[in-house]
Every structure is written in structure tokens, then in C-alpha cells.
């Protein structure tokens, strides 16, 4: 119907997406925000979120706008992820990631992210890069 999200826009993500914790927020063309509950487990040994779950946390948020910018019959994979890592994240704070896309071609696309912590603290900024296929392409 018109005015519905795109079909990708809706729905959970992956096993990966359920064994974080991952949620998708809100999705819209071209837009997705996820979050995650940064839990204990994914501190380092300085005790902050270690940069790998900030990272797919972006990937994720990235994937699923890029997802909504394609046809139904388009998948899409990253292939280059640049994460600048701004302020830490601490076991127990809700992360807020919102991917963007930038260009999204026939076979390559581009997002950017932004990662959000309590009170709208800046954590991460992140690009990323995507291999876009047509189904039964590999």
C-alpha cells in the first residue's frame, strides 16, 4: 500500500542480530536505526564495549538501510567497513545505531552510520561499502 515501509524495512535480522541483542528500531528508503543493550560479556579488559560489537552494530545499521534503497530481488553484502571510534561505550547503556545510505548502484553501494550513546553521546561514525547482486547472481 502506498505509504508502507519497503518490505525490508520491516521485520528482525539475523541469528547474529537475536544472539546481540541487535533490534530494529525504525526503517524507512534509504534509512534504518537498530539498537543494542551493550552488556557486560562485550566489555574489554579496560572494561568498555570492545570496538567489534560498536562495529556490527554499524554494519547492521548500514546493511538494513541499504537493504530498503534496493529491489526486493537485490541483496547486498559489505565489503569495507572504516569505523572511527569517538567516545566508549560502557556495559549496561543502550547504543542507538542509524545507517544511511549515500549511493546505492546497480552493483555497489555506499552507507554511513552514526552511533549513539545515553544522551545522545557520540560514540562511532562509520562508512561502509556493499557488493549488490541480483538474485541467483553471485
Do not use: Y
Not at 537485490?74 to 569505523?83: G, P, Y
Not at 545507517?99 to 560514540?123: D, Q
Amino acid at each position: 500500500q502506498a505509504g508502507d515501509p519497503p518490505p525490508r524495512a520491516r521485520g528482525g535480522g539475523s541469528p547474529a542480530w537475536t544472539f546481540l541483542g541487535i533490534q530494529l528500531v525504525e526503517a524507512a528508503q534509504g534509512r534504518a536505526v537498530v539498537e543494542m543493550d551493550a552488556r557486560e560479556q562485550m566489555a574489554n579488559s579496560l572494561g568498555v564495549i570492545h570496538g567489534g560489537f560498536i562495529a556490527t552494530i554499524c554494519d547492521s545499521a548500514m546493511a538494513r538501510a541499504m537493504s530498503t534503497a534496493l529491489p526486493e530481488s537485490a541483496r547486498q553484502v559489505s565489503f569495507d567497513l572504516k569505523v572511527n571510534f569517538i567516545n566508549v561505550a560502557r556495559p549496561g547503556e543502550r547504543l542507538r545505531a542509524t545507517g544511511r545510505v549515500i549511493h546505492a548502484g546497480r552493483r555497489t553501494g555506499i552507507a554511513e552510520c552514526r552511533v549513539e550513546g545515553p544522551g545522545r553521546t557520540l560514540v562511532a561514525t562509520a562508512t561502509g561499502s556493499f557488493a549488490i547482486s541480483s538474485e541467483g547472481e553471485s
